[in-house]
């Protein structure tokens, strides 16, 4: 009885190991720019480079200028004193404009458009730009708050995906005023 018990747990196992083993799972491919919108999202890329509008609701995302940066037409005042906090929120009302000890930044237009956003751009130069925190990837630095250090631990795969998903949507004409670095500060007794 003890030898029939053993033969069939012997072809039993003999059976599973040539046919009942788990086959390998195939990681489903996922569309590229439906991956990069997905980060776009999660990265917060609209809180900056979308303009807000004022809602019924208070301010909500402006949909039809989706990441397009700062409003060109919108005209800062010089920005107030950031006194003892370290940076402040300037341009309440569009989110896209920030002052502190850096100088002044705007969130730049991140659509394809060619002159006015990343239509001339690479993917290389974002990769670097990403990795770097340097506009252009070589270009003058990127200011806060952009969490670029963020950006850099982004895989590869990742930010190539979330340039094809910039690619992707409309081109917005939008030039964003040039970021202003803030002055060096003057030697002593100067």
């Known amino acids: 009885m003890l ?5 069939l747990v012997v072809v039993a196992g003999f059976i599973c190991a040539s046919g009942c083993a788990p086959k390998a799972v195939e990681t489903p491919t996922v569309d590229p720019v439906a991956r990069g919108a997905y980060l776009s999202i999660a990265g917060g890329c609209g809180d900056c480079h979308t303009p807000l509008k004022m809602s019924p609701q208070g301010p909500a995302p402006d949909a039809s200028m989706l990441l397009s940066g700062h409003p060109a037409s919108l005209v800062m005042p010089t920005p107030p004193p950031t006194g003892d906090s370290p ?3 300037y341009g309440a009302i569009t989110s896209t404009a920030f002052a ?3 100088g002044i930044s705007y969130a730049i237009n991140l659509t394809p458009d060619l002159e006015t956003g990343l239509g001339k751009w690479s993917e290389t130069q974002f990769v670097q730009a990403m990795r ?3 506009h252009l990837g070589n270009g003058r630095p990127i200011l806060p708050p ?3 250090p963020n950006f850099a631990r982004m895989t590869d795969a990742d930010l190539s995906a979330l340039f094809m998903y910039l690619r992707s949507i409309a081109p917005i004409v939008n030039k964003v005023p040039e970021a202003v670095p803030a002055l060096p500060p ?3 007794g100067a």
């Open 3 to 7: 030898n029939r018990l053993l033969s």
């Open 87 to 89: 940076w402040a929120w």
């Open 100 to 102: 502190g000890p850096w």
């Open 132 to 134: 770097t925190g340097r």
């Open 146 to 148: 952009m969490p670029w």
């Open 186 to 188: 003057a030697p002593p």
